[in-house]
Structure formats: C-alpha cells, structure tokens
C-alpha cells in the first residue's frame, strides 16, 4: 500500500486513563508506518488531549479515530459518549496558566482545523472530538 493512499484505523478504548497511553503509542505506529514520522510528535500531543478529555469527561467507552484522506490530510478524532459539545477552548494567554482545561487550546494552536460533531458507537449516543493537520 502506498502511503499516499487513504487509510483509516479506529481504536476502541474503556473508560480507563491507561487507554491514553495505548492510543499515544499506536497512533505513534500508524504512522510511523504510513512515512509520516514528521507528524508523530504533534499527533501524539493532539490525540492525547482529544483521549484524556473523552476519558476524563465521559462514563463510557471511548474510541481513537485516525485516518488519511486522499488530498494528505490527517484526521485525529476522539469519540465519547457525551453528545454535548465540548467547552470551548480557552485564549492561549489562559491555557499556559494552568494544567486543567489546557487541552482544546492546545488543539486549536497545534493543529491546522479543529471541531466537532455528533456521533453513535456501541449503540449510545456520543460526539467526535477531532483535528486535522496537513500531512507534507
């Protein structure tokens, strides 16, 4: 398979804070098998702060979403069980301030588009967190 053809991986996760350390390292994998080694260090930083929130704010199951369309872009999602929307991100001047709350400034300064939509997995309702980064 050639790297610059689409793919798309999904990791289903339980509610446990150890699954952000397994999705850390196997979107690491991905891809770094797919030639994208470039991208790793920011994807890793983005899908863990889409995972810890899905985690963190959710009861349920989780899953990491990653995949590549056929123009190189690179979708990180993170899907929950929560069907409201995300708080807002907070001002940049605000996110260095403090741990809690940092993640979607994070996002919003590191990767090149970032939203939201409503989503079902395992039959409940949710939303997917996610972000794009342009792949060179």
Not at 107 to 121: F, K, T
């Amino acid at each position: 398979m050639s790297s610059a053809e689409p793919w798309d991986y999904t990791l289903y996760i339980p509610n446990d804070l150890r699954a952000v350390t397994v999705c850390r390292r196997t979107l690491r994998l991905i891809l770094t098998m797919h030639g994208l080694i470039g991208l790793v260090d920011t994807a890793e930083l983005l899908a863990t702060e889409l995972v810890s929130n899905a985690v963190r704010h959710t009861k349920g199951p989780a899953a990491l979403r990653v995949r590549r369309t056929g123009d190189g872009v690179v979708w990180i999602g993170a899907w929950d069980t929560d069907p409201a929307p995300p708080e807002p991100p907070r001002p940049p001047a605000q996110v260095t301030e403090s741990e809690d709350g940092r993640g979607l400034g994070l996002v919003v300064a590191c990767a090149d588009h970032w939203g939201w939509q409503p989503s079902a997995r395992f039959g409940d309702r949710g939303k997917y967190v996610w972000c794009e980064l342009a792949a060179a």
